[in-house]
């Protein structure tokens, strides 16, 4: 599933192609909202939103299309209205009359009326978006010690969408490695130190991967691996899929997890556990 940078950069693309211009066509591909097409022909896009890994699609009348990709779903935008040849199944295609822009193979689509988005089940129960530019590490830090957040281990946190919107399973492994943390520890049990330096870490893995399309490594780092020959997909991440390669900073092997049927990755020296 893409996670908030992914989002976030999907919204960007769509924004240059929409924001400012005439919908020309609307089709959704899920019988359920065919109907909804003729309300928003014809309306101009005011605004691409991302609310943790929820895009909000808003027009100049006031509804906008609620859209998350769920485990399939991927944005396209292309010059021009021919559509990119695919096995994907069609849910959303919005044009102007010079691009377009297309939702595949998700189903969480919907249209809301701008002002009763705070209603939607999904949006009244996310905390704030990762990928907020006003988001600040104290804020973060604040909510660490919320009575609901402060008993939970890390590792089940930084999925909680009720805790940061946008947050997921890779970002998830690289904040923790970056922050120095091991999963089993919970709020609670850190020091305000390193309560500072875990928040510091969520925005600066999450921001960074936004910059560089996915990569968490420290430019310095990444680079070299690059200079070394390493392929992208081996000098993305410190310890995400990483498992039994040495730790960049240690030498130590990384070690996988399943924590909650999920994949966690850590190494175990830069990550120690405690009593």
């Not at 779903?73 to 009359?97: A, F």
């Not at 049990?189 to 996915?214: K, N, V």
């Not at 991440?237 to 990755?265: H, K, M, N, W």
């Amino acid at each position: 599933m893409p996670e908030g940078p992914e989002i976030r950069r999907a919204a960007d693309q769509i924004a240059d192609v929409l924001v400012g211009q005439t919908i020309d066509t609307v089709r959704f591909g899920l019988p359920r909202l065919r109907h909804q097409a003729r309300k928003l022909k014809g309306h101009s896009v005011i605004d691409v939103e991302t609310r943790g890994k929820a895009l909000l699609t808003h027009f100049d009348h006031g509804l906008s299309i609620y859209s998350h990709n769920q485990l399939y779903g991927v944005w396209r935008t292309v010059k021009g209205h021919k559509l990119p040849k695919t096995n994907r199944s069609l849910r959303l295609l919005l044009q102007t009359s010079t691009h377009s822009a297309i939702l595949y193979s998700a189903s969480d689509i919907s249209v809301w009326p701008t002002e009763e988005l705070a209603q939607h089940p999904f949006l009244q129960k996310i905390g704030p978006d990762i990928m907020d530019t006003s988001l600040e590490w104290r804020d973060i830090e604040r909510r660490l010690m919320e009575p609901r957040f402060a008993s939970k281990a890390l590792s089940t946190l930084f999925l909680d969408q009720a805790f940061l919107a946008g947050n997921g399973n890779y970002l998830r492994s690289e904040i923790l490695f970056d922050a120095r943390l091991h999963p089993a520890l919970k709020p609670a049990q850190l020091s305000r130190g390193e309560r500072g330096r875990l928040a510091r870490s969520t925005l600066a893995i999450a921001r960074r991967s936004y910059d560089t399309a996915g990569i968490t490594l420290a430019p310095s780092l990444s680079n070299s691996l690059k200079r070394q020959g390493q392929s992208r997909s081996w000098r993305r991440f410190y310890v995400f899929g990483r498992d039994e390669y040495p730790c960049y900073a240690c030498g130590t092997l990384i070690q996988r997890e399943e924590v909650g049927s999920r994949r966690l990755y850590l190494c175990r020296n830069c990550q120690p556990q405690r009593d």
